[in-house]
């Protein structure tokens, strides 16, 4: 069973990056659709961003334009970039590995279907 972890969260200031670090093991990323999901206080779970095996990726309006994800097989990592935070990107950040094409996701991320597994989350908090 794939199992996923998340690294690199923490306090970031307004107009800065983050960049956060998934460490998977039990499979590897080109066998896994993987993908990043925030939960922001209070509010439900969002995609932020999502690749599948042929290399497509999709990304959630709010950070389309500035963000990436990407891959390093040799490693077994999955990252996420996002630029020019603001106040509304403060949320935890789950690294997913997905079991299906589409997802439907719930106020919780974790007990959101179409998922195989789930980081403990990293919290983020963009502060001005």
């Known amino acids: 069973a794939v199992q996923v972890m998340e690294s690199g969260g923490g306090s970031v200031q307004t107009g800065g990056t983050l960049i956060l670090s998934c460490a998977v093991s039990g499979d590897t990323l080109a066998d896994s659709p993987m993908g990043w999901y925030r939960q922001p206080p209070g509010n439900e779970c969002e995609l932020v961003a999502r690749?599948?095996?042929?290399?497509?990726?999709d990304f959630h309006s709010s950070v389309e334009g500035r963000v990436a994800i990407s891959r390093d097989n040799a490693k077994n990592t999955l990252f996420l970039q996002l630029n020019n935070l603001t106040p509304e990107d403060t949320a935890v950040y789950y690294c997913a590995a997905l079991s299906a094409a589409r997802q439907i996701l719930y106020r919780n991320c974790t007990e959101s279907w179409g998922f195989k597994s789930w980081g403990q989350g990293t919290q983020v908090t963009v502060t001005s």
């Open positions: 690749v599948n095996r042929a290399g497509r990726e």
